[in-house]
């Protein structure tokens, strides 16, 4: 597995994890946890840039063969 597939694995677990979390504790208690609410959103910005990196690479590699 390349680089890029790694960053959008840990993207993926960091958004199930800690958003996940975010949302049960949200939903049960009403709390708002901002270290959590901060690693979901840095997970939901890795995971689209790292979607966004792989599609970019695709393209490039398409247009040399």
């Known amino acids: 597995?390349?680089?890029n597939?790694?960053?959008i694995l840990l993207?993926?677990?960091m958004v199930l994890i800690f958003g996940g979390?975010?949302?049960l504790r949200?939903?049960?208690t009403g709390e708002l946890l901002i270290g959590q609410m901060v690693?979901?959103?840095v997970g939901i910005i890795l995971l689209a840039a790292s979607i966004i990196w792989r599609k970019s690479n695709k393209q490039i590699n398409y247009?040399?063969?």
């Open 1 to 3: 597995m390349d680089n």
């Open 5 to 7: 597939g790694y960053l």
């Open 39 to 41: 690693v979901l959103i």
């Open 21 to 23: 979390t975010f949302t």
């Open 26 to 28: 949200f939903f049960n």
């Open 63 to 65: 247009g040399e063969n």
């Open 11 to 13: 993207g993926s677990l």
